[in-house]
């Protein structure tokens, strides 16, 4: 079963908006991760928070993780056409192994 | 580094066949990982290796499935005979440690029909 659950599963948002997607795990973490996934494409690592973090930024990305909610976020300003993708949450379940969850597909528009 | 290679990339074969897709991971990462991704069941781990020995195989489905990595720079995931519900996307990643950034490849996407 999936550890990590992405909320909501779709986002459809305007050009420069801000998009938001939260992850809720269930289980305690070293580290989550956050991939991004165009159409027909493979996933890309964007951005590993680790368990004694609150925050990170890399870019246009933030991500936030609480760890006693047993859940993250992944905010991307000012929003672009390119943003839109499908962005899955990853967390560490033990045996070295990583969980994704189902993710959220994310449509900016024009 | 020309990151994660898969190959083929598309596949479409009959019932019964057998499939052989293969990898070549980002020189220097020890650890080499095989997923499926469905509509239905999202992003699957099937097998993972470290160092050319396979650690955890919970997740191949049937003994249809197989993985091998002869070397370093190369890994196939072998099915068969190939079913219709083998048709996915299958990935391959590979990192420098466990739990850490995992690199994808571009997927082959396997059709069986």
């Known amino acids: 079963s999936q550890q990590g659950e992405e909320d909501p599963q779709a986002l459809s948002i305007q050009e420069g908006e801000n998009a938001t997607m939260n992850c809720s795990y269930k289980?305690?973490?070293?580290?989550l991760q956050w991939y991004r996934q165009n159409s027909g494409r493979g996933l890309v690592h964007l951005i590993l928070i680790r368990s004694n973090e609150r925050e990170k930024h890399s870019g246009r990305l933030r991500v936030t993780l609480d760890t006693s909610k047993k859940s993250s976020s992944l905010l991307i300003t000012a929003s672009r056409a390119a943003d839109t993708a499908s962005y899955f949450c990853?967390?560490?379940?033990?045996?070295?192994?990583?969980?994704f969850g189902a993710g959220t597909t994310v449509t900016v528009r024009a | 580094d020309a990151g994660v290679i898969q190959s083929p990339r598309h596949e479409v074969t009959e019932m019964g066949q057998e499939v052989t897709l293969r990898c070549k991971p980002i020189s220097g990462h020890d650890y080499l990982f095989w997923y499926r991704q469905t509509m239905m069941r999202g992003l699957e781990l099937l097998i993972y290796f470290n160092n050319n020995v396979p650690i955890d195989d919970s997740g191949m489905p049937e003994d249809r499935f197989s993985a091998k990595m002869p070397n370093a720079s190369f890994s196939t995931l072998k099915i068969q005979p190939s079913e219709p519900r083998d048709s996915a996307v299958y990935f391959c990643a590979s990192s420098l440690r466990p739990q850490e950034t995992q690199y994808f490849g571009p997927g082959t996407r396997l059709l069986v029909l």
């Open positions: 990853a967390t560490d379940i033990g045996d070295y192994k990583l969980s």
């Open positions: 289980t305690s973490i070293n580290n």
